[in-house]
Protein backbone atom coordinates (compact mmCIF):
# COMPACT_ATOMS: atom_id res chain seq x y z
CA UNK A 1 0.00 0.00 0.00
CA UNK A 2 1.35 3.25 -1.06
CA UNK A 3 -0.69 5.18 1.54
CA UNK A 4 -2.44 7.06 -1.61
CA UNK A 5 -6.38 6.05 -1.44
CA UNK A 6 -9.00 5.98 -4.43
CA UNK A 7 -12.74 5.65 -4.06
CA UNK A 8 -14.54 4.12 -5.74
CA UNK A 9 -12.37 1.31 -7.13
CA UNK A 10 -14.51 -0.06 -9.76
CA UNK A 11 -17.77 2.41 -11.46
CA UNK A 12 -19.48 1.26 -14.05
CA UNK A 13 -22.47 3.46 -15.57
CA UNK A 14 -24.40 4.01 -18.32
CA UNK A 15 -23.71 6.85 -21.29
CA UNK A 16 -24.65 10.12 -20.26
CA UNK A 17 -24.29 9.93 -16.75
CA UNK A 18 -22.11 11.92 -14.75
CA UNK A 19 -19.66 10.38 -12.38
CA UNK A 20 -17.00 11.52 -9.33
CA UNK A 21 -14.16 9.93 -8.33
CA UNK A 22 -12.71 10.91 -5.34
CA UNK A 23 -8.51 10.23 -4.30
CA UNK A 24 -6.96 11.33 -0.72
CA UNK A 25 -3.47 11.69 -1.18
CA UNK A 26 -0.61 10.95 1.24
CA UNK A 27 -1.32 13.83 3.71
CA UNK A 28 1.76 15.58 3.38
CA UNK A 29 1.87 15.82 -0.22
CA UNK A 30 1.50 19.26 -1.79
CA UNK A 31 0.95 17.81 -5.71
CA UNK A 32 -1.84 15.35 -7.02
CA UNK A 33 -1.91 14.26 -10.51
CA UNK A 34 -3.72 11.96 -12.28
CA UNK A 35 -3.72 9.87 -15.25
CA UNK A 36 -5.84 8.14 -17.24
CA UNK A 37 -4.69 4.05 -18.12
CA UNK A 38 -6.23 2.32 -21.20
CA UNK A 39 -6.80 -1.41 -20.93
CA UNK A 40 -3.17 -2.63 -22.38
CA UNK A 41 -1.47 1.35 -21.95
CA UNK A 42 1.01 2.85 -20.01
CA UNK A 43 -1.05 5.70 -18.03
CA UNK A 44 -1.90 8.98 -19.75
CA UNK A 45 -1.53 12.53 -17.78
CA UNK A 46 -4.55 14.39 -17.23
CA UNK A 47 -4.42 17.55 -14.76
CA UNK A 48 -1.89 17.82 -11.95
CA UNK A 49 -2.56 20.37 -8.63
CA UNK A 50 0.01 22.08 -6.64
CA UNK A 51 -1.93 22.44 -3.10
CA UNK A 52 -5.13 23.82 -4.29
CA UNK A 53 -4.00 25.08 -7.60
CA UNK A 54 -4.68 23.54 -10.71
CA UNK A 55 -1.69 24.33 -12.84
CA UNK A 56 -1.89 22.01 -16.03
CA UNK A 57 -4.23 20.41 -17.65
CA UNK A 58 -3.46 18.17 -20.98
CA UNK A 59 -5.62 18.34 -24.38
CA UNK A 60 -6.72 14.60 -23.45
CA UNK A 61 -8.80 16.37 -20.63
CA UNK A 62 -11.89 17.68 -22.55
CA UNK A 63 -14.49 19.91 -21.42
CA UNK A 64 -16.45 17.44 -19.74
CA UNK A 65 -13.71 16.25 -17.26
CA UNK A 66 -13.45 18.73 -14.35
CA UNK A 67 -11.08 18.23 -11.57
CA UNK A 68 -11.01 20.30 -7.64
CA UNK A 69 -8.83 19.90 -4.80
CA UNK A 70 -10.75 22.05 -2.52
CA UNK A 71 -8.30 22.51 0.21
CA UNK A 72 -5.00 21.21 -0.71
CA UNK A 73 -5.83 17.58 0.63
CA UNK A 74 -8.10 15.38 -1.45
CA UNK A 75 -9.81 15.85 -5.26
CA UNK A 76 -11.79 15.07 -7.06
CA UNK A 77 -12.39 14.04 -10.84
CA UNK A 78 -15.88 14.50 -12.44
CA UNK A 79 -17.12 13.42 -16.12
CA UNK A 80 -19.91 14.46 -17.22
CA UNK A 81 -22.26 13.12 -20.08
CA UNK A 82 -20.00 9.87 -20.44
CA UNK A 83 -18.87 8.38 -23.31
CA UNK A 84 -18.11 4.78 -24.17
CA UNK A 85 -14.00 6.39 -24.99
CA UNK A 86 -14.14 7.04 -21.17
CA UNK A 87 -13.98 4.02 -19.99
CA UNK A 88 -10.74 3.28 -18.59
CA UNK A 89 -8.74 2.99 -15.39
CA UNK A 90 -8.23 6.72 -13.85
CA UNK A 91 -5.38 6.66 -11.54
CA UNK A 92 -3.89 9.23 -8.72
CA UNK A 93 -0.59 10.38 -7.90
CA UNK A 94 1.05 12.17 -5.23
CA UNK A 95 3.94 13.25 -4.43
CA UNK A 96 5.94 16.29 -1.88
CA UNK A 97 7.53 18.51 -4.49
CA UNK A 98 10.23 21.15 -3.40
CA UNK A 99 12.28 22.90 -6.29
CA UNK A 100 15.54 23.79 -5.30
CA UNK A 101 16.43 26.67 -7.67
CA UNK A 102 18.98 26.53 -10.48
CA UNK A 103 20.43 22.55 -9.10
CA UNK A 104 16.79 21.43 -10.26
CA UNK A 105 14.23 19.38 -9.10
CA UNK A 106 15.29 18.84 -4.79
CA UNK A 107 12.40 15.91 -3.90
CA UNK A 108 9.06 14.93 -5.96
CA UNK A 109 10.64 12.63 -8.30
CA UNK A 110 8.92 9.83 -6.92
CA UNK A 111 5.31 9.86 -7.40
CA UNK A 112 3.02 7.37 -5.51
CA UNK A 113 0.07 5.79 -7.41
CA UNK A 114 -3.22 5.02 -5.47
CA UNK A 115 -4.98 1.72 -6.95
CA UNK A 116 -6.74 3.41 -9.58
CA UNK A 117 -10.60 3.90 -10.20
CA UNK A 118 -11.84 1.41 -13.37
CA UNK A 119 -15.04 3.04 -15.37
CA UNK A 120 -16.46 1.41 -17.50
CA UNK A 121 -19.25 3.36 -19.55
CA UNK A 122 -21.79 0.91 -21.04
CA UNK B 1 7.30 16.64 -26.19
CA UNK B 2 9.21 13.45 -24.92
CA UNK B 3 8.16 9.76 -26.23
CA UNK B 4 8.88 6.84 -24.63
CA UNK B 5 9.05 3.03 -26.35
CA UNK B 6 9.04 -0.02 -25.29
CA UNK B 7 8.82 -2.79 -27.77
CA UNK B 8 8.48 -5.56 -26.19
CA UNK B 9 4.78 -5.84 -25.06
CA UNK B 10 5.39 -9.18 -23.12
CA UNK B 11 7.80 -11.29 -21.81
CA UNK B 12 8.34 -14.49 -19.96
CA UNK B 13 11.22 -16.01 -17.80
CA UNK B 14 12.23 -19.01 -15.21
CA UNK B 15 12.48 -18.11 -12.24
CA UNK B 16 15.60 -17.42 -10.99
CA UNK B 17 16.74 -16.33 -14.03
CA UNK B 18 17.68 -12.92 -15.27
CA UNK B 19 15.68 -10.64 -17.77
CA UNK B 20 16.31 -7.45 -19.24
CA UNK B 21 13.32 -4.95 -20.20
CA UNK B 22 14.21 -2.51 -22.72
CA UNK B 23 13.22 1.15 -23.20
CA UNK B 24 13.98 4.16 -25.49
CA UNK B 25 13.00 7.47 -25.45
CA UNK B 26 13.22 10.99 -27.27
CA UNK B 27 13.73 14.31 -25.71
CA UNK B 28 15.87 17.59 -26.48
CA UNK B 29 16.14 17.70 -22.80
CA UNK B 30 19.67 17.51 -21.47
CA UNK B 31 18.57 16.82 -17.78
CA UNK B 32 15.48 14.33 -16.75
CA UNK B 33 14.87 11.47 -14.42
CA UNK B 34 13.82 8.25 -15.93
CA UNK B 35 12.34 5.75 -13.60
CA UNK B 36 10.52 1.87 -14.23
CA UNK B 37 7.69 1.33 -12.38
CA UNK B 38 5.90 -1.90 -11.53
CA UNK B 39 2.32 -2.69 -11.65
CA UNK B 40 1.07 -5.89 -9.99
CA UNK B 41 -2.40 -7.47 -11.53
CA UNK B 42 -4.62 -5.45 -9.70
CA UNK B 43 -2.05 -3.88 -7.55
CA UNK B 44 -0.87 -0.27 -7.07
CA UNK B 45 1.98 1.09 -9.10
CA UNK B 46 5.48 1.52 -7.37
CA UNK B 47 8.79 2.61 -8.04
CA UNK B 48 11.43 0.15 -9.08
CA UNK B 49 14.05 2.04 -9.87
CA UNK B 50 15.13 5.68 -10.74
CA UNK B 51 18.14 7.42 -12.74
CA UNK B 52 18.95 11.09 -12.81
CA UNK B 53 20.00 11.59 -16.20
CA UNK B 54 23.18 13.67 -15.38
CA UNK B 55 24.84 10.81 -13.05
CA UNK B 56 26.66 8.61 -15.03
CA UNK B 57 26.36 5.44 -12.89
CA UNK B 58 24.07 3.09 -13.43
CA UNK B 59 21.10 2.68 -10.79
CA UNK B 60 21.10 -0.16 -8.85
CA UNK B 61 18.32 -1.94 -6.25
CA UNK B 62 18.92 -4.75 -4.87
CA UNK B 63 17.89 -7.30 -7.86
CA UNK B 64 17.11 -4.44 -9.94
CA UNK B 65 19.21 -2.55 -12.23
CA UNK B 66 19.68 -0.24 -15.16
CA UNK B 67 21.82 0.08 -17.94
CA UNK B 68 21.67 3.73 -18.77
CA UNK B 69 23.05 4.82 -22.63
CA UNK B 70 22.54 8.96 -22.91
CA UNK B 71 23.80 9.19 -25.77
CA UNK B 72 21.80 6.43 -27.45
CA UNK B 73 18.92 7.29 -25.20
CA UNK B 74 18.44 3.84 -23.73
CA UNK B 75 17.26 2.65 -20.48
CA UNK B 76 16.93 -0.91 -19.97
CA UNK B 77 15.88 -2.50 -16.99
CA UNK B 78 17.82 -5.77 -15.90
CA UNK B 79 15.89 -7.96 -13.06
CA UNK B 80 18.45 -10.66 -11.92
CA UNK B 81 17.32 -13.66 -9.83
CA UNK B 82 13.64 -13.24 -11.31
CA UNK B 83 11.00 -13.89 -8.26
CA UNK B 84 7.16 -15.23 -9.01
CA UNK B 85 6.48 -12.04 -7.36
CA UNK B 86 8.07 -9.94 -10.03
CA UNK B 87 5.34 -11.12 -12.09
CA UNK B 88 3.91 -7.59 -13.56
CA UNK B 89 3.83 -5.27 -15.87
CA UNK B 90 6.75 -2.65 -16.14
CA UNK B 91 6.26 0.94 -17.36
CA UNK B 92 9.24 3.12 -18.35
CA UNK B 93 8.54 6.69 -17.75
CA UNK B 94 10.34 10.26 -18.52
CA UNK B 95 10.15 13.31 -15.98
CA UNK B 96 12.02 16.55 -16.93
CA UNK B 97 14.70 17.57 -14.18
CA UNK B 98 13.25 21.06 -14.69
CA UNK B 99 10.37 23.05 -15.20
CA UNK B 100 6.68 22.89 -14.66
CA UNK B 101 4.53 20.23 -13.85
CA UNK B 102 7.07 17.14 -13.67
CA UNK B 103 4.45 15.10 -14.67
CA UNK B 104 5.48 11.11 -16.25
CA UNK B 105 5.47 10.48 -19.25
CA UNK B 106 5.08 6.51 -19.85
CA UNK B 107 6.21 3.73 -22.36
CA UNK B 108 2.89 1.29 -23.73
CA UNK B 109 4.66 -1.13 -20.93
CA UNK B 110 5.83 -4.83 -21.19
CA UNK B 111 3.87 -7.47 -19.17
CA UNK B 112 6.96 -9.77 -17.67
CA UNK B 113 6.05 -13.41 -16.41
CA UNK B 114 7.93 -14.93 -14.31
CA UNK B 115 7.63 -18.68 -14.71
CA UNK B 116 8.21 -21.74 -11.43
Known amino acids: DTGVSQDPRHKITKRGQNVTFRCDPISEHNRLYWYRQTLGQGPEFLTY????????KSRLLSDRFSAERPKGSFSTLEIQRTEQGDSAMYLC????????????????????FGPGTRLTVL | AQTVTQSQPEMSVQEAETVTLSCTYDTSENNYYLFWYKQPPSRQMILVIR??????QNATENRFSVNFQKAAKSFSLKISDSQLGDTAMYFC?????????????FGGGTRLMVKP
Open chain 2, 51 to 56: QEAYKQ
Open chain 1, 93 to 112: ASTNYAYAGISGLQRGNEQF
Open chain 2, 93 to 105: AFMKHVGAGNMLT
Open chain 1, 49 to 56: FQNEAQLE
